[in-house]
């Protein structure tokens, strides 16, 4: 298991920070998914993350985490942002951080795989530039993952974009991985 400090990381860059971990090879031997948390309205509610204040959730326009199947039919999940264990197994994880107490800021989660999400993601960073020019957040220090051929960030943050991925509510999303 990876330590956090080792792996490449940027706050506010976390569709960056899991492309640059899919690459690992440590992960190589293992079927590993990337996971888009979207709203299905207009943000989502995660609790346990590193900029909540007073044990309340942080609202994201979306987030992206990193699954890996460690042990048989055991999911373990490597969120940068979270205050839990890194990693933390998917179970643990996915009960703490969400609360069906408010089912408008549940996730739909868009699974894709690792192998193809490192070949296909694409991003100018063009989304973290205010309409003056500045950077909402400072990027990271590694090149931009330019892919003329791949799918830009803006077409993956998409509910509606089927081409890359598939997309499960909470519910069937834990159904599909924590089946016993």
Not at 51 to 62: A, G, I, K, N, R
Not at 124 to 146: C, F, T, V, Y
Request: hydrophobic residues 40%; negative net charge.
């Amino acid at each position: 298991m990876l330590k956090k400090e080792t792996c490449l990381y940027q706050p506010f860059y976390c569709e960056e920070n899991i492309w640059q971990l899919c690459k690992h090879e440590a992960f190589s031997n293992f079927r590993a998914k990337v996971v888009f948390l979207l709203p299905s309205q207009k943000y989502i509610a995660v609790w346990q993350q590193k900029l909540s204040e007073m044990h309340q959730p942080v609202l994201w326009d979306y987030h992206v985490i990193f699954m890996v199947e460690l042990d048989h039919k055991e999911w373990w999940v490597y969120d940068f942002d979270t205050q839990l264990p890194f990693p933390i197994k998917a179970k643990d994880y996915f009960t703490v951080s969400f609360s069906s107490d408010y089912p408008d800021y549940l996730p739909v989660l868009k699974v894709i795989d690792s192998k193809e999400y490192v070949k296909q993601f694409h991003s100018d960073r063009s989304h973290m530039i205010d309409q003056n020019g500045n950077w909402l957040a400072p990027p990271p220090a590694w090149e931009k993952i330019l892919n003329k051929k791949g799918v830009a960030l803006t077409k993956l943050l998409n509910l509606n974009y089927e081409a890359v991925g598939k997309c499960y509510s909470l519910e069937s999303f834990k159904k599909e991985f924590f089946a016993e």
